[in-house]
């Protein structure tokens, strides 16, 4: 599969002065729901992986401590200038979602939009992400996602070689990488086209042995 760390930062930047055309409006209703899901309370330190141009900006409260990640650092200062418009106090740091470079149990959220199914290694995200949140802590997912009840076809995989490489894999199902990395799926929503995005709520156990 042609899909690196490295050809990411490189495709992300080339993409990032038409990214905004191209997912703004798309996705406004489907990051709107996603994020509703959270139990947001004032205060919390929260994490935005993979925060591509800063699009979910508008519809995160204003009373958290907000820090932002993304591997390519023309979307970082994309989202450091939207975060300028919006007069948002936001931490902005080039980042790879795979090797986070915070301490265990540091955040009460993270935010992981359409970054799992992009991830060369989504199992190695995951598991960075459930480092980083404190016990019980909330990761909010959306993403397009394999239905969990089967696996991806021999046609969605051949299609998938092209498709990862220019955009995003088709062939992940979210149960098993959620679950795999230690978290528990508190809700599940399909959001867009006939449920192939998908908008999920899953929460770090509080007492954990991971």
């Given at each position: 599969?042609?899909?690196?760390?490295?050809?990411n930062?490189?495709?992300?930047?080339a993409?990032?002065?038409?990214?905004?055309?191209v997912a703004?409006r798309a996705?406004?209703?489907p990051?709107?729901?996603?994020l509703?899901q959270v139990d947001?309370?004032?205060?919390?330190?929260v994490?935005?992986?993979?925060?591509?141009?800063?699009l979910?900006l508008?519809f995160?409260?204003c009373d958290?401590?907000?820090?932002a990640t993304?591997?390519?650092?023309?979307?970082v200062?994309?989202?450091?200038?939207?975060?300028e418009?919006?007069?948002?106090?936001?931490e902005c740091?080039v980042m790879?979602a795979?090797?986070l470079?915070?301490p265990?149990?540091?955040f009460d959220?993270?935010?992981?939009?359409?970054?799992?199914?992009?991830?060369p290694?989504?199992h190695?995200?995951?598991?960075e992400a459930?480092?980083?949140?404190?016990?019980?802590?909330?990761?909010?997912v959306l993403?397009?996602?394999?239905?969990?009840?089967h696996?991806?076809?021999?046609?969605?995989?051949?299609?998938?070689?092209l498709?990862?490489?220019?955009?995003t894999?088709?062939?992940?199902q979210?149960?098993?990488?959620?679950t795999?990395?230690g978290f528990?799926?508190?809700h599940?929503?399909?959001v867009?086209?006939?449920g192939?995005?998908?908008?999920?709520l899953?929460?770090?156990?509080?007492t954990?042995?991971?």
């Amino acid at each position: 599969m042609f899909n690196t760390t490295a050809w990411n930062r490189l495709r992300y930047t080339a993409y990032a002065p038409f990214y905004d055309t191209v997912a703004a409006r798309a996705f406004r209703r489907p990051r709107r729901i996603a994020l509703g899901q959270v139990d947001w309370e004032p205060g919390m330190r929260v994490l935005l992986v993979g925060a591509g141009t800063g699009l979910d900006l508008p519809f995160l409260p204003c009373d958290i401590e907000l820090h932002a990640t993304d591997i390519a650092p023309a979307m970082v200062k994309r989202i450091a200038k939207r975060a300028e418009t919006l007069r948002r106090d936001v931490e902005c740091c080039v980042m790879d979602a795979e090797e986070l470079d915070y301490p265990d149990e540091h955040f009460d959220a993270v935010i992981m939009h359409l970054i799992i199914a992009v991830m060369p290694n989504p199992h190695k995200g995951l598991t960075e992400a459930h480092r980083v949140l404190k016990p019980g802590g909330q990761l909010c997912v959306l993403d397009k996602f394999q239905p969990d009840t089967h696996p991806a076809g021999a046609g969605r995989r051949f299609l998938n070689q092209l498709t990862s490489a220019l955009a995003t894999d088709i062939t992940r199902q979210a149960q098993p990488l959620l679950t795999d990395a230690g978290f528990l799926i508190r809700h599940d929503e399909p959001v867009l086209m006939n449920g192939l995005f998908r908008a999920l709520l899953a929460a770090k156990p509080s007492t954990s042995n991971r």
